[in-house]
T-cell receptor
């Protein structure tokens, strides 16, 4: 158990529909990251939050993607008007800062767009 | 830009040592990481090394870092069938996000 849960674990949707994923760290962490992993590749950075503030967004994050972390705890990632190319595993990670620089990942949400 | 490269595949016999190699480009990386991913699962942090170290040992795992050549390796001693998985090397950039390689698939033969 990494201390990060994600919901749902799997999502199948039709092209053009909107989807929302949720990431819940068990305890408070300053930094929360979203990554995307496609088949046969390593995870790619999408965006990250320091508390409630979204500090960086990758160029992979088109205007169809939006992420929030309203109270500095859980986070949501929404994809509007999904496309087949959005099919991937969406991973959330928390950063253990202070004395150690460890990023722990949740189990991911696998999205399939048909 | 930053780039991390790994060989795609490694096959070893059970009980042998495995060595997985990685090269990276960002000389300002402060930490370098190894993650393990089993089929259908998330990423498990195995170990990491601070850039001012050249070696770190943790039970069966040994990480070697050659900062001059920007080369990182992970050695798994006495490899077991349960070690079969994909291993990802990652560097942390200046904004604390991870840049991953494409992963090395390790197959352990009985």
């Amino acid at each position: 158990d990494t201390g990060v849960s994600q919901d749902p674990r799997h999502k199948i949707t039709k092209r053009g529909q909107n989807v929302t994923f949720r990431c819940d760290p068990i305890s408070e962490h300053n930094r929360l990251y979203w990554y995307r992993q496609t088949l046969g590749q390593g995870p790619e950075f999408l965006t990250y939050f320091q508390n409630e503030a979204q500090l960086e967004k990758s160029r992979l994050l088109s205007d169809r993607f939006s992420a929030e972390r309203p109270k500095g705890s859980f986070s949501t990632l929404e994809i509007q008007r999904t496309e087949q190319g959005d099919s991937a595993m969406y991973l959330c990670a928390i950063w253990e800062g202070a004395d150690k620089d460890e990023q722990y990942f949740g189990p991911g949400t696998r999205l399939t767009v048909t | 830009g930053e780039d991390v490269e790994q060989s795609l595949f490694l096959s070893v016999r059970e009980g042998d040592s495995s060595v997985i190699n990685c090269t990276y480009t960002d000389s300002s990386s402060t930490y370098l990481y190894w993650y393990k991913q089993e089929p259908g699962a998330g990423l498990q942090l195995l170990t990491y090394i601070f850039s001012n170290m050249d070696m770190k040992q943790d039970q069966r795992l040994t990480v070697l870092l050659n900062k001059k050549d920007k080369h990182l390796s992970l050695r798994i001693a006495d490899t077991q069938t349960g070690d079969s998985a994909i291993y990802f090397c990652a560097e942390m950039d200046s904004s604390y996000k991870l840049i991953f390689g494409s992963g090395t698939r390790l197959l352990v033969r009985p």
